[in-house]
């Protein structure tokens, strides 16, 4: 075989591994809902990501997730985002928490702390 046919070769094989990853990609293990925030945590440790956030609905009901509790974690101890990003996505948490506001949250679920699922993104809605 030259190394024409070796290249070809190479390229169909690499095609076909993209087109076997493309179902796994598809079904990203994230969710978005709406809920209430009704508890807020932080801890000074690394402890359940360091802070958290109670939600009112149950995220496996409300989105099919693995994620067994109502309990979700922004990752302030900096494992799944940057510690900076992690506060202003717990303090928009906090936010929807004191005025009482409903929140739409993204979760997912190959990212946790303990069992606790990872906010990537969290919306305060208005009225």
Known sequence: MNDRSKFKVARVVGAALVLLALPAALQAAQARMTTNVVRTLASEDASYGGCMAQLQDSVMEATGLDCPSKWVTFSCAGEHTSKATARR???SA???????RQAMVAVDDERKHDS?????RIDVLGN
């Open 89 to 91: 996505l717990y303090d």
């Open 94 to 100: 906090q936010l929807a928490f004191v005025t009482g």
């Open 116 to 120: 606790y699922c990872f906010v990537s």
